[in-house]
C-alpha cells in the first residue's frame, strides 16, 4: 500500500500599516487563485508607496512654509519702522535742520574704547549752506553720520553728485546724527511752499498736533489740531498737505491749516483749509 503526501505550501503577504492604511492579506490557501493574490498584493503596494510619497511631499511643504515664514518674521523683526510723520512735525521734533552738499562719504569703525557701541557708521562729509535750526546747539557742522545698517535705520546718500539735502537729525556728544526717520529730501525735491516755511512757518505751529486721517469718520479733538487728510483724499501721505499746507497757532489758541508763501495778516487771523 503505497501513501501520498500531500505537501502544502503557505505563503504568507506580511502586513504593513503606514500612517493609517493597513496593507495586509491572508495565507494563501488550497484553492486560492495565485493571480488575483498578486494583482491584489501589487495594488496595496502601489496604495502604500503612493501614500509614504504623499506624506514626504506634504512634509517637505509644511517645512518649506515654516522656513518662509521664519524668514519673514526675521526680515520684520530687523527691519526700520517709522511712524508716518508729517514734514512740519519732523522739523519741529528735529534738534538740527540744515541745508548742505553731501561732499563724500567713508565707513567708520565702532570705538574699540566703547564695549557697548558696536555700531559701524557712515561719515558724511559735508558743506553746510544754510541753517534754519540748531543755532543754540552746535555752530559749525563739517560731518554727519548715519548707521550703515538699514535695520539701525541708516540713511543712504548720494555722495558722488554733490547733491544738495535738507538734513534733520539729532545731535549727541556734539556730532549730527541723521536717520531714516528723520525729515531728510534732496533740495531740488522740496515745494516752494515747504522751502519758504523752513524759516519761519513751520516752527511757529510747533505747539500744534498734526493728527493722520486715515478714514471717515475723523474730527477735531482739541483746539490746537490739525487733521492731515492726504491719505484719505488722495491715498497718499505726502500729498498736498504734507507738500503746501503749515498748521499754524492762531491767535485765540487754536491751530489751522495755512498754504505756504510769505505771511500775511488777513491770512494769518483767518481760517484757510486745504
Known amino acids: 500500500m503505497s501513501l501520498k503526501l500531500e505537501v502544502r505550501l503557505h505563503k ?41 510619497r504623499m506624506n514626504t511631499i506634504v512634509h517637505s511643504l509644511q517645512f518649506l512654509l515654516l522656513f518662509v515664514l521664519t524668514l519673514c518674521i526675521k526680515e520684520l523683526a530687523e527691519a526700520c519702522s517709522c511712524a508716518p510723520s508729517h514734514p512740519q512735525q519732523q522739523i519741529c521734533d528735529a534738534e538740527i535742520v540744515i541745508r548742505a552738499k553731501i561732499s563724500s562719504e ?13 555700531t559701524k557708521m557712515i561719515q558724511y562729509e559735508i558743506k553746510m549752506i544754510k541753517m534754519f535750526k540748531g543755532f543754540d546747539k552746535i555752530k559749525d557742522i563739517h560731518y554727519v553720520y548715519t548707521p550703515v545698517d538699514s535695520s539701525l535705520c541708516g540713511i543712504k546718500l548720494d555722495a558722488t553728485n554733490k547733491k544738495q539735502y535738507l538734513l534733520t537729525g539729532h545731535i549727541s556728544d556734539g556730532k549730527v546724527y ?6 531728510i529730501e534732496l533740495w531740488d525735491e522740496l515745494s516752494f511752499s515747504q522751502k519758504k516755511s523752513l524759516n519761519q512757518r513751520f516752527l511757529t505751529g510747533c505747539d500744534c498736533k498734526i493728527t493722520i486721517c486715515y478714514s471717515v469718520p475723523c474730527s477735531l479733538h482739541e483746539p490746537n489740531e490739525c487733521l492731515w487728510t492726504d491719505w484719505l ?16 497757532k492762531r491767535s485765540d489758541g487754536s491751530c489751522s491749516w495755512y498754504r505756504g508763501g510769505p505771511f500775511t495778516e488777513k491770512e494769518y487771523l483767518g481760517t484757510t483749509e486745504p
Not at 483724499?233 to 499754524?248: F, M, T
Request: hydrophobic residues 35%; aromatic residues 6%.
Open 233 to 248: 483724499i488722495e491715498r497718499q501721505l505726502y500729498g498736498q498737505q504734507a507738500k503746501n499746507y503749515a498748521c499754524i
Open 12 to 52: 504568507a503577504v506580511p502586513s504593513v500599516n503606514i500612517r493609517g492604511i493597513s496593507c495586509a492579506s491572508s495565507s494563501l490557501r488550497k484553492n486560492t487563485n495565485l493571480q488575483n493574490i498578486t494583482e491584489e498584493t501589487q495594488c496595496v503596494d502601489l496604495v502604500c508607496t503612493f501614500q509614504v
Open 106 to 118: 567713508r565707513v567708520i569703525q565702532p570705538s574699540k574704547e566703547d564695549s557697548f557701541d558696536h
Open 178 to 183: 541723521i536717520m531714516l526717520c528723520n525729515f
